[in-house]
């Protein structure tokens, strides 16, 4: 059987199947009656999706554009996809179709996922989609479709795409949108629609553009339409908001609400008022916490620095400061930089090792260690790994002299191959280690000076450190 007659069979069965239904005869006698075995056709070619199929082309494709031929109507011309035996993709866009859709034979594709009819000439109002309760996408936009927006896209809960673009659909946007969780995109623009916009506020929504039509009203100032600009709006005389730029005048209202009553007004007031106390006794809770938590603090530094004061014993191979500066300084609670200087008890236990070579070498030996021990230090901060200190010669050389804090591991073999490793190592971005000194108890690494400052400073700058401070002492009185 042949293309051609297997559609004008179907057409028969169709027109049968209304008639039957009018005449109002039992459903399973209609089935008996034109079931494939008596009209002679394969099981396939009479299934639902295949006659809706040829029932919807009649309605929209009067100058037989669509080639559908062959049996498998899933592999007819704009059928992108099929899924037992179902089609759930109908995509038939720019191929001169006019005519108007059909609701009853769009509605029994009720597996269809995505529907597109884009770039087309088809005319008429939009149907009622409440078969489609798969639908996710529906693309209708370039069309003549004109009379109101369906309410019924507010029923398909899983509707994520609605694209109604350049068409002369009138009426106002339903409220019911809201219904719509999934909503990703809503494109309405170039169409005559009229009356506010309503209150959208779907986290899902992404795409939004309702311009060129006959809006009028409030923008809703949602979470969803907030993150809109004014070309989402653009073409629309009667809105008004914040993301048009265009204040609205007193007592105008948007989102198709009514003013409120009097009890509403009340009511918007005293959940108002709740909700700034709640504010306000979670601010002050939660200062009176952390000031909590900086008293704890402090007590707790003060506890470690008269413990830390009792348990610290000076040695004479220490570099530095002597005991009555160090108190002073710990008792400003500031780390200031004082004048000390380098000594050991056995100076003549350790060597100088110098890193490098040519020009830098010459430069290294241009002072001899008890130079080096000699010089006078100025503390300049201290670290994790030890303290480092600009290191002042006799001849005026200046130098930065970093001790280390651990000096046994790693151990002294170790400490060289490191020390030589590092020593070579040479790019403008990394301050070069020009010599080393190794000793018992002892390790001294020592680099050029540079003036600028630390890293810390320079990223943060100092008003940082001078508002810590600032905090620091204040909290401190106050304890």
């Known amino acids: 059987m042949s293309s051609r007659e297997s559609y004008t069979v179907l057409s028969s069965v169709s027109v049968a199947s209304k008639h039957f239904e009018k005449q109002k005869i039992p459903s399973y006698l209609c089935r008996q009656w034109t079931s494939p075995q008596l009209l002679g056709l394969p099981n396939f070619i009479i299934s639902g999706d295949a006659e809706a199929l040829l029932s919807l082309k009649s309605s929209i494709d009067p100058l037989n554009t669509l080639s559908w031929k062959g049996t498998d109507f899933c592999k007819w011309q704009g059928i992108k996809e099929c899924m037992n035996g179902r089609v759930t993709k109908l995509v038939l866009e720019y191929l001169n179709l006019t005519g108007t859709l059909d609701e009853n034979s769009l509605n029994q594709l009720d597996q269809l996922r995505v529907v597109s009819f884009k770039g087309n000439s ?3 109002q939009l149907p009622n989609f409440s078969g ?6 529906l693309y209708l936009n370039h069309n003549n479709f004109s009379g109101k927006f369906p309410e019924s896209l507010s029923t398909l809960h899983r509707l994520k795409v609605i694209v109604l673009a350049d068409n002369q659909i009138s009426g106002s946007i339903p409220l019911t949108l809201v219904n719509l969780r999934r ?19 779907q986290t899902s929504l992404r795409f939004f553009n309702v311009s060129n039509n006959q809006l009028s009203g409030k923008v809703p100032l949602t979470a969803a339409l907030v993150r809109f600009n004014t070309s989402s709006f653009l073409g629309n005389v009667g809105l008004c908001g914040e993301q048009i730029e265009n204040p609205c005048e007193d007592g105008e209202v948007g989102s198709g609400m009514s003013p409120p009553d009097n009890g509403r007004m009340r009511n918007s007031k005293s959940s108002k008022r709740s909700r700034i106390m709640k504010i306000v006794g979670a601010s002050v809770g939660g200062f009176i916490f952390v000031v909590i938590c900086m008293m704890l603090l402090c007590l707790w530094l003060l506890v470690w620095r008269r413990r830390r004061r009792k348990g610290k014993k000076v040695s004479k191979g220490e570099i530095g400061l002597e005991r009555e500066e160090e108190e002073e300084e710990e008792e400003d609670g500031s780390i200031s930089r004082k004048q000390v200087g380098f000594s050991w008890e056995n100076e003549g236990l350790g060597s100088l090792v110098l890193c490098g070579g040519g020009d830098e070498e010459e430069m290294m030996m241009s002072y001899s260690l008890e130079e ?6 100025e503390t300049l901060g201290r670290g994790s790994m030890g303290s480092t200190y600009k290191a002042i010669l006799e001849s005026g050389y200046i130098l930065t002299v970093k001790r280390l804090k651990n000096a046994r591991y790693p151990r002294l073999e170790e400490f060289r191959r490191h020390m030589d490793i590092i020593g070579r ?7 070069p280690l020009r010599a080393y000194f190794q000793a018992k108890e002892e390790r001294l690494l020592v680099y050029d000076y540079f ?18 401070y600032f905090i620091f002492i204040y909290l401190i009185l106050c304890c």
Do not use: C, E, T, W
Not at 132 to 137: G, P, Y
Not at 184 to 200: E, F, R, T, V, W
Not at 372 to 377: G, R, T, V
């Open 183 to 201: 909503l990703y995109m809503l494109n309405l623009q170039d169409n005559k629609l009229s009356g506010p916009i309503p209150a959208l506020n």
């Open 425 to 431: 190592l040479r790019h403008p971005n990394v301050v």
């Open 451 to 468: 003036p600028n400052g630390s890293l810390f400073s320079l990223i943060h700058g100092k008003s940082y450190s001078f508002l810590f």
């Open 132 to 137: 489609l309760f798969n639908l996710k996408s």
């Open 372 to 377: 080096l021990l000699k010089a006078s230090a």
């Open 122 to 124: 088809i005319s008429g």
